[in-house]
Nanobody, 115 residues
Framework: QVQLVESGGGLVQPGGSLRLSCAASGTIVSINPMGWYRQAPGKGREFVAT???????DYADSVKGRFTISRDNAKNTVSLQMNSLKPEDTAVYYCYAYYRAVPWWGQGTQVTVSS
């Protein structure tokens, strides 16, 4: 079992910043990769960013240059620094982690970008 708990969502104005965090707990030895998806109202879940235990990253084209993913392997945490936020970034953001080839998901945290 892997439990993932996200934090850091909220309401921000366009052009602002937010930092999301996700902590994994449970009987785990190593989880790889970790990352984020998001789901906007009326849309499917879409990939945002991922990071491996060695630090390799990948981003959706829509967030490249604005979002930065990082992780702390010792603490089993992953973070997403979101800058220059746009209204189209509004969504529920879900943390995920693969453990023994099985994906686990957090409960999601709401990010709303609006003036």
């Amino acid at each position: 079992q892997v439990q993932l708990v996200e934090s850091g969502g909220g309401l921000v104005q366009p052009g602002g910043s937010l930092r999301l965090s996700c902590a994994a707990s449970g009987t785990i030895v190593s989880i790889n990769p970790m990352g984020w998806y998001r789901q906007a109202p009326g849309k499917g879940r879409e990939f945002v960013a991922t990071i491996t235990s060695s630090g390799s990253t990948d981003y959706a084209d829509s967030v490249k240059g604005r979002f930065t993913i990082s992780r702390d392997n010792a603490k089993n945490t992953v973070s997403l620094q979101m800058n220059s936020l746009k209204p189209e970034d509004t969504a529920v953001y879900y943390c995920y982690a693969y453990y023994r080839a099985v994906p686990w998901w957090g409960q999601g945290t709401q990010v709303t970008v609006s003036s």
